[in-house]
């Protein structure tokens, strides 16, 4: 039953978290026994709250495995593979997958079929790394409840109805019914640390859904620098939105670069605040601050600006 509890308190309290995290590992060690768990970890909040309650429930027969499939943001396989294999000693498998996915998106437009696509490859991606290992019998997931909701007919999600039935993984998911503000709070509490649990939401096909239409090589590279870039300057806001990001539609526009006319693709910039990650409000950014005016990014990478 994919449906949250009624009677299910907000998580908004430590109290509240450590209650809840007594019971997924009691539920976790219940379902999984002394099995191995196969856990696609992105190192965003949801993938790696799970993989801290499964490492504290199952230790060593957590299995996590990260996948690189060329849609990240600037420096993130990096990152993961420092905290999670280096700092934290998890039992991961890089996976450079990168060609294999950009090589199934080329010519792919419809934003729906994209992120089916990348959906089916990362199911595809696991079932051959669980057929290198011995034991494998659950995949862990880092389903949360808007994932759910949003799947009703709004938009596929990897996480949510997309194992094929040949694959022989049974689910664990154990945030399942949370929302992401109680994700963070649980989070918090298994002790990860802050740049970890509230870094920015990113969304499973990565920057695949943000780079419109089909997906170039050297469009997804300029988008990677403007998203840092972008990123960077608002960070420097006392009151930054909840999350905020950049889009590089398929078109060009004309714009100024090194003080002449210049034809590049423009930045859109998205900001919004939100605390349950199902309704949201738009956030007008700034353009008058100075860092705005220099336009950085327009220095620091070939996209143009408007």
């Given at each position: 039953?994919?449906?949250?509890?009624?009677?299910?308190?907000?998580?908004?309290?430590?109290?509240?978290?450590?209650?809840?995290?007594?019971?997924?590992?009691?539920?976790?060690?219940?379902?999984?026994?002394?099995?191995?768990?196969?856990?696609?970890?992105?190192?965003?909040?949801?993938?790696?709250?799970?993989?801290?309650?499964?490492?504290?429930?199952i230790g060593d027969n957590l299995v996590c495995v990260h996948v690189n499939h060329g849609l990240?943001?600037?420096?993130?396989?990096?990152?993961?593979?420092?905290?999670?294999?280096?700092?934290?000693?998890?039992?991961?498998?890089?996976?450079?997958?990168?060609?294999?996915?950009?090589?199934?998106?080329?010519?792919?437009?419809?934003?729906?079929?994209?992120?089916?696509?990348?959906?089916?490859?990362?199911?595809?991606?696991?079932?051959?790394?669980?057929?290198?290992?011995?034991?494998?019998?659950?995949?862990?997931?880092?389903?949360?409840?808007?994932?759910i909701l949003e799947s009703d007919g709004v938009k596929a999600h990897h996480n949510v109805g997309?194992?094929?039935?040949?694959?022989?993984?049974?689910?664990?998911?154990?945030?399942?019914?949370?929302?992401?503000?109680?994700?963070?709070?649980?989070?918090?509490?298994?002790?990860?640390?802050?740049?970890?649990?509230?870094?920015?939401?990113?969304?499973?096909?990565?920057?695949?859904?943000?780079?419109?239409?089909?997906?170039?090589?050297?469009?997804?590279?300029?988008?990677?620098?403007?998203?840092?870039?972008?990123?960077?300057?608002?960070?420097?806001?006392?009151?930054?939105?909840?999350?905020?990001?950049?889009?590089?539609?398929?078109?060009?526009?004309?714009?100024?670069?090194?003080?002449?006319?210049?034809?590049?693709?423009?930045?859109?910039?998205?900001?919004?605040?939100?605390?349950?990650?199902?309704?949201?409000?738009?956030?007008?950014?700034?353009?008058?601050?100075?860092?705005?005016?220099?336009?950085?990014?327009?220095?620091?990478?070939?996209?143009?600006?408007?």
């Amino acid at each position: 039953m994919d449906k949250r509890p009624e009677t299910m308190e907000r998580i908004t309290t430590r109290a509240l978290a450590d209650k809840f995290i007594e019971e997924q590992l009691a539920e976790i060690k219940a379902q999984v026994g002394d099995k191995k768990v196969l856990l696609a970890l992105s190192g965003g909040v949801d993938s790696s709250v799970v993989a801290a309650l499964l490492i504290k429930a199952i230790g060593d027969n957590l299995v996590c495995v990260h996948v690189n499939h060329g849609l990240l943001r600037k420096g993130e396989p990096e990152m993961v593979v420092k905290v999670f294999k280096e700092e934290l000693g998890a039992n991961l498998i890089y996976v450079d997958a990168v060609d294999r996915f950009l090589d199934k998106l080329a010519g792919v437009d419809d934003p729906e079929t994209k992120r089916k696509i990348i959906g089916a490859e990362f199911i595809e991606v696991f079932a051959e790394e669980a057929a290198k290992l011995e034991g494998i019998e659950f995949l862990g997931q880092g389903t949360i409840y808007p994932d759910i909701l949003e799947s009703d007919g709004v938009k596929a999600h990897h996480n949510v109805g997309g194992l094929p039935e040949d694959l022989q993984f049974e689910l664990v998911e154990p945030v399942k019914f949370l929302y992401k503000d109680e994700v963070r709070v649980v989070g918090s509490a298994l002790g990860l640390p802050d740049n970890m649990v509230y870094r920015q939401p990113f969304p499973g096909p990565g920057l695949g859904v943000r780079c419109t239409g089909a997906i170039t090589r050297d469009r997804l590279e300029a988008l990677r620098e403007a998203d840092a870039i972008v990123r960077e300057e608002i960070d420097k806001m006392e009151d930054k939105p909840w999350q905020y990001f950049a889009v590089i539609p398929d078109m060009k526009s004309t714009g100024i670069k090194d003080g002449k006319r210049y034809m590049g693709w423009p930045v859109i910039i998205r900001a919004i605040n939100t605390v349950d990650a199902v309704t949201a409000e738009s956030i007008e950014i700034p353009c008058e601050r100075p860092h705005y005016r220099d336009c950085p990014w327009s220095q620091q990478s070939h996209v143009g600006h408007q």
